[in-house]
């Protein structure tokens, strides 16, 4: 072996080392790629403890002839571990302390003599009470605002086509948004979760929708921001959205797009899931415990610029697990996600059935993808009363918290559901209602000059 080339596959390495040095990578690889954290079940619980024996076993032997390849796995290991120590410190960054002890709990499973572990737990336990101590009760209005995906490329949003009116009406530019972000959080908002606003309770043995008192930082005011068909829709691409969003290498969301001549760009400050994500990283008190945004998604295109739709595509299943890789992504950096309907119906006027069925296909295909969500945010705004039938429906297909748009904050609780309203943050509102978009930014300063003027 002295001497020799040394590769992690030389075929020259006696067989028994192999495995055992491929035991090494295995238990490495598992800990990157995250799959040991997913539904951790009894079964699973054995699994890792025999291959934490094996692991240990193969430590103590120590008889390897290779050891510039046990070098190689022991190298990878410790990588994995950091990995798993960034996440718990992104975590606890974010104030979710208990979901950062709930992951050093699992570490412990497979490394139960690592004595880090449990200190870094106690010392997690400890700055959690005391950041509850800081805490203040909030009893004012919640606001809840929207956006659309972001003109990215204002060019072609703005090029005097049918479509660039009804853009002009609906959507907000980057430097807008910027300016948007800066001016909220400069008046004291706080981004919570839309899941910290109720609760569900068995009361007198029935499921009951019961409110949850906001425990806030002092000072602070909550807002809900949401974001409509982050579906890129192929004519929103040919108007100027970014064609979808990525997961890069370093594990964060990037977009990205192609333009006509084929030119690829990736980016991080031009749509506002990376733009936010990166706000917050920058101010963390703009984000309680690590909520960004609700994503409400409908189906007949695909999500998030995959086209999950075709399902007899060829490229379906690699198109599905991409998106599923950008949800899960998301989710662990405080987005969630919610049905915006499948095909964009008008909830109001659409007859029930149609509406059931499109419900059901929403449930089929877009569900798998993002998780169940008991958020409905109403394609169009349009609404319909708790009486309606359709209401019930929705209702029973486990929706619980219904959003709707208004001019101000409105948030009313029944014990089976939550009815809220949201401000929609767009062209429209920059342009003509300055005057009711005052206590969270001053349109003049917002407004992009690139837009043309308005028509009716
Ligand atoms: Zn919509």
Not at 218 to 226: A, D, H, I, T, Y
Not at 300 to 306: A, C, R
Not at 332 to 355: C, I, K, M, Q
Not at 391 to 404: D, P, R, Y
């Amino acid at each position: 072996m002295e001497g020799q080339p040394q590769h992690t596959t030389n075929p020259q390495i006696p067989a028994k080392q192999n495995i055992r040095l491929l035991l090494i990578i295995f238990v490495a690889l598992i800990l990157s790629t995250g799959i040991y954290f997913v539904n951790l079940d009894i079964k699973q619980n054995k699994k890792a403890e025999e291959i934490r024996q094996n692991y240990s076993r193969l430590l103590e032997q120590g008889e390897y002839q290779n050891k510039e390849n046990y070098q190689l796995a022991q190298d990878s290991l410790k990588k994995s571990l950091d990995k798993i120590y960034g996440r718990v410190d992104e975590l606890g960054k974010q104030g979710q302390y208990i979901a950062a002890a709930e992951e050093l709990k699992k570490l412990m499973t497979l490394f139960p003599e690592n004595k880090d572990i449990p200190q870094k737990i106690n010392a997690l336990e400890t700055v959690r009470q005391e950041e509850e101590k800081s805490l203040v009760p909030y009893y004012g209005p919640v606001q809840h605002i929207f956006f659309h995906p972001l003109i990215a490329f204002p060019a072609l949003t703005f090029d005097g086509d049918l479509q660039s009116n009804g853009f002009n009406q609906w959507f907000v530019t980057i430097p807008e948004f910027n300016k948007i972000i800066e001016s909220i959080y400069a008046k004291g908002f706080i981004l919570v979760d839309i899941k910290d606003l109720y609760e569900m309770k068995k009361v007198e043995d029935k499921e009951t929708v019961v409110p949850r008192a906001l425990y806030l930082p002092k000072g602070k005011r909550p807002m809900v921001l949401s974001i409509d068909d982050l579906n890129y829709y192929p004519y929103m691409i040919q108007n100027g959205t970014v064609h979808k969003l990525i997961v890069d290498t370093a594990g964060k969301i990037a977009t990205y797009s192609k333009s006509s001549e084929g030119k690829e760009t990736i980016s991080y400050d031009n749509e506002i899931v990376p733009i936010l994500d990166q706000f917050i990283e920058k101010h963390p008190d703009f984000s309680f415990r690590g909520a960004k945004g609700v994503i409400a998604l409908t189906g007949y295109e695909g999500i998030l610029g995959y086209r999950t739709d075709e399902l007899q595509s060829p490229l379906f299943s690699k198109e599905k697990e991409e998106a599923l890789r950008v949800v899960q992504v998301m989710k662990e950096s405080g987005w969630s996600f919610a049905s915006h309907g499948y095909g964009h119906l008008n909830t109001r006027d659409v007859p029930y059935e149609r509406l059931a069925a499109d419900t059901q296909r929403w449930k089929k295909e877009v569900e798998p993808l993002i998780g169940h969500t008991d958020v409905y945010i109403y394609p169009f705004g349009a609404s319909v009363k708790p009486e309606d039938p359709k209401f019930k429906f929705l209702q029973e297909e486990g929706f619980k918290i219904f959003c709707s748009v208004g001019p101000n904050p409105y948030l009313k609780y029944s014990d089976q559901y939550v009815l809220m309203d949201r401000r929609h943050i767009d062209g429209v509102a920059l342009i003509l209602q300055a005057d009711m978009m005052k206590d969270l930014f001053d349109s003049k300063m917002v407004l992009d000059p690139v837009r043309p003027p308005l028509k009716f």
